[in-house]
């Protein structure tokens, strides 16, 4: 089953922490696709990703050529570059995980909608049997629950 980790982001960025985890995936030799719910966030997110000290090489539909991003940027759940890392921004759902190794479901922790929807997530994960951490930021850094 696919594990899915909850990061609940209360001191950083969206873009902060994505960079992070993306830096991780590449270093591990893995591909992502970074879901997002709107063409609009994802061009947002794209010059967030650009202004990271990490260089992050990404794309998206505009860009072309899937096979040669790294990390694809997309509005859709298929992974047209063959990732196998599912990074969900911004409340982007989808409810099939089975294709990916591992889900990444990040939220904003100081907005009380995004923090009950993601509580809905889970708890879908959770009757769906998928193994699911959950990650809190504290003053020291990450701290793994679950």
Known sequence: ????????????????????????????GQRALV????????DALSTALW???????HGT??????DLQPIWLSTEAEPPNG????????GAETGRFE?????????????PD?????RSRWRAVQDAG?????WQQTETGWQKNG
Do not use: C
């Not at 209360?10 to 591990?28: G, P």
């Not at 539909?61 to 899937?66: L, V, Y």
């Open 83 to 90: 990732a196998r890392y599912l990074f969900l921004t911004e």
């Open 1 to 28: 089953m696919t594990e899915v980790g909850f990061y609940h982001l209360t001191r950083s960025t969206l873009a902060q922490t994505l960079s992070q985890l993306l830096t991780r995936t590449l270093a591990a």
């Open 51 to 57: 202004a990271q000290p990490a260089w992050l090489p």
């Open 99 to 111: 294709r990916y190794d591992r889900v990444f479901d990040m939220f904003d922790g100081n907005a």
């Open 61 to 66: 539909i505009a860009d072309g050529d899937p």
């Open 35 to 42: 879901l997002g719910p709107s063409a609009a966030a994802l």
């Open 130 to 134: 998928h193994p699911k951490t959950y």
């Open 114 to 118: 995004a923090v009950a929807a993601a």
